[in-house]
Structures are given as C-alpha cells and as structure tokens.
C-alpha cells in the first residue's frame, strides 16, 4: 500500500500557465508537508499544513497555494508558472514532530 | 538560522568497507535528526530516526549517533555494498522547520 502518493509524477507545461499537484497520505499523519528540491539537489521546506490549517510558509512566492481539503490531502496549485519554477516538488507527512515519510515527487518541467 | 552540514559530499568505496558519513547542525534545539536516503530519480527513504534525547539508533547494518551539545551526528553504514549506493541526507527538525544538508552521494564500487 502506497503511504504517501503524488500526482502526477511527470509535468511539463509552458510559462504563464497553472497547474496543479496533489498529495495524498493514507498514514493518519496530522501534518503534511510540500518540499521543493532544485536542480542542484537541495531540498528546501514550502509549507507545512497540521490538521488542515498552515503553520509553516517559508517565503515561498503567494504564486504557490496549498490546500488541504482534509488531513489526509494536500494540494499545491501553482498559477503563472515561470522557468524558475522547474524542480521536483515532494509532498510528506508525519505526526507532529516526528520521522516524516516523503512520497515518490513531482518532476514540474516549464519550457 | 539552522544550518545543515554533510560532509563529504561524495564518497566513493570498494564493497565490504565501513564507512561513516557525517552531518554537523548549527542550532543544538532541535527535536530530531533523521537520515535519509535518495536514489536517482526517486523520492526519500527514512532510514533512522533520533530523538533529540537518544544518542544512537540502529536498523540492520545502519548505526546513527546523535552528540546534540556540539551538533553532530554519524551515519555509520557496515559491511557496504553495492545497493546502499545512493545520496544519503541528513535533516533535523527544531524550531525551524525540517531542515536538510546537501547531502553524500554514496558509491559502493563491486
């Protein structure tokens, strides 16, 4: 059973466009996480949702809005996407402050 | 601000050896560290997991010690082999969200 699920795993889309990225965890985790990591490898935190209202957003572009309908799901939309944007995206989960568990990632492309 | 050190960041080894990877933190007020690992293309495995009031945890050939006073940790990997190649990263959770290293990129030579 998949514990932390991504779609899609693949997206290539053009400037100026908006997209999206949905995360699922089947754990029963209280927090879920979005995590961008860029092309030289380094992982950086976006936000943080803990029962479905945000605790963490760490200047991250008001371009990038999560949301999270339930517990168990965070969303990433993204709106005017720029080259910049490019990266692999990865949603997680965890109870509060404990081991957290990555899903598989998101490769956004922007041409 | 935290900030999170891994060093080296590329190991190459022939099968069988020990090795140790090291992580160094900036701030000692930190909840947990965890290790994790990363193959090429894929997302993150957690490894090992320490409270910030344990010193070591294990898992199979996987030792993790945790000195929280002077912001090191240790990732020692027994008996290596070719499959633990891989980029293995180090984060630790405090005040400030979870916050990794740059990783070590692993490569265990057959």
């Known amino acids: 059973d998949t514990a932390v699920s991504q779609t899609p795993k693949y997206l290539v889309t053009q400037m100026g466009n908006d997209k999206s990225i949905k995360c699922e965890q089947n754990l029963g985790h209280d927090t879920m996480y979005w995590y961008k990591q860029d092309s030289k490898k380094f992982l950086k935190i976006m936000f943080s949702y803990n029962n479905k209202e945000l605790i963490i957003n760490e200047t991250v572009p008001n371009r990038f809005s999560p949301k999270s309908p339930d517990k168990a799901h965070l969303n990433l939309h993204i709106n005017s996407l720029e080259l910049g944007d490019s990266a692999v995206y990865f949603c997680?989960?965890?109870?509060?402050?404990?081991?957290?568990?990555f899903g598989p990632g998101t490769r956004l492309t922007v041409t | 601000k935290q900030e999170v050190t891994q060093i080296p960041a590329a190991l190459s080894v022939p099968e069988g050896e020990n090795l140790v990877l090291n992580c160094s933190f900036t701030?000692?007020?930190?909840?947990?560290l965890q290790w994790f690992r990363q193959d090429p293309g894929k997302g993150l495995t957690s490894l090992l997991l320490i409270q910030s009031s344990q010193r070591e945890q294990t898992s199979g050939r996987l030792n993790a010690s945790l000195d929280k006073s002077s912001g090191r940790s240790t990732l020692y990997i027994a008996a290596s082999q070719p499959g633990d190649s891989a980029t293995y990263l180090c984060a630790v959770s405090g005040n400030t969200p979870l916050v990794f290293g740059k990783g070590t990129r692993l490569s265990v030579i057959a």
């Open positions: 701030d000692s007020a930190i909840y947990n």
């Open positions: 997680a989960s965890s109870q509060t402050a404990q081991e957290q568990y």
